[in-house]
């Protein structure tokens, strides 16, 4: 018997009561240490696990996570639940970690609630604490997602199909897929190990490519540098000063939106990183900018696009009509603008 086999038969994690309808356990992972692997095959964009938080901390906007707060909410917690999080805390001290806050920081995912005007408004000052979506790894191209949905309530769910025994994992960035290796390791707090992190490889290169890609995409859609260390501020992803003054002015043709939203799609797919959630989303600001055509041929032609499953086909088809002007165009830039202005803190 190896000295890790007898470590691992003692993790605390071993003694953590699975709900019998989450689909993973608990092995080491290698580097990772522990890791939640499948023990069932999970079809692509099927729900993994909806887990409830253990407990919330809801900060005031200058508050920072503090052991007392966190400590006052565990002490309130049920005789179970308090197990749960003393497991927790254990397997963080065999890690080397005796610090609460820490551990609270290393578990929690911020929470999404509803706003006065029915909206789901991102708080980045409701934490939750959740204990099996939070032994997940992290990887670049991750095989699962978890978008912020109800309150106090978050879901996993596979971005792809999962085999028994293969380790589930999501992205713990959501702007990751516009950010290169070193960005993405700048604000992970480990270096990851995954396909589009190991140098030297074909996939690797391709990846860097494309994310890049994206960001620049991004870019002319939104007019903002998703990637940017310094949101707001000059970015020269765009280097044409006069398309980068278009894209900020959200002055793109309608026609050409089309064709770069089909490439983020086509780009997201290519990367293995696509899910139904974000292939959705594009497809639903293509339907809204297509609604603003007002050229019979551009609409017949932007039917034809969103008629295509495949990014691929959308892309290709999307290809043969960039740049082409629209009447609309000058409405959709007028709309964009006012949606933007009205966001504006
Ligand atoms: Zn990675």
Redesign the pocket.
């Known amino acids: 018997m190896s000295p890790s086999s007898v470590m691992d038969r003692e993790h605390p994690y071993v003694f953590l009561e699975i709900p019998p309808e989450v689909p993973f356990e608990l092995k080491p992972a290698g580097e990772k240490g522990w890791g939640g692997f499948a023990t069932r095959f999970i079809a692509r964009n099927s729900l993994i696990y909806q887990e409830p938080a253990l407990f919330t901390l809801h900060l005031t906007m200058t508050q920072q996570v503090n052991d007392s707060a966190v400590l006052q909410a565990v002490k309130n917690l049920s005789k179970n639940d308090k197990q749960k999080f003393n497991l927790l805390h254990e397997a963080s001290i065999l890690q080397g970690n005796d610090n609460i806050s820490e551990l609270f920081i290393t578990n929690y995912f911020a929470l999404a609630i509803p706003s006065h005007k029915h909206r789901e408004l991102y708080q980045p000052n409701l934490l939750g604490f959740f204990v099996f979506i939070s032994r997940l790894n ?4 991750a095989n699962a997602y978890v978008p912020q949905n109800m309150r106090k309530t978050i879901s996993c769910y596979a971005a792809r199909d999962i085999q028994p025994g293969e380790e589930i994992t999501f992205s713990y960035c959501g702007e990751f897929p516009n950010m290169c ?1 070193d960005r ?1 390791h700048g604000l992970l707090d480990f270096i ?3 396909p ?2 190991v140098p030297g490889t074909r996939f690797y290169e391709l990846s860097e490519m494309r994310r890049q890609l994206i960001r620049g995409l991004h870019y002319l859609l939104l007019g903002l540098d998703l990637a940017s260390s310094r949101r707001g501020g000059p970015s020269m992803i765009i280097t044409d000063p006069e398309l980068r003054d278009n894209a900020e002015k959200l002055n793109i043709p309608l026609m050409s939106r089309l064709f770069y939203e089909s490439m983020v799609g086509l780009m997201l797919e290519e990367e293995g990183i696509m899910n139904g959630l974000t292939s959705e989303y594009i497809t639903n600001r293509m339907s809204q900018m297509a609604e603003y055509l007002a050229e019979k041929s551009n609409v017949l032609a932007a039917r034809k696009i969103m008629e295509q499953d495949r990014w691929m086909d959308r892309w290709l088809l999307a290809s043969r009509t960039f740049g082409v002007r629209d009447r609309g165009d000058w409405d959709a830039c007028a709309t964009l603008q006012l949606i933007r202005a009205a966001n504006r803190p």
Request: a positive charge; aromatic letters at 0%.
């Open positions: 992290h990887s670049c191209v290796r993405r990851c190990h995954c589009a992190c």
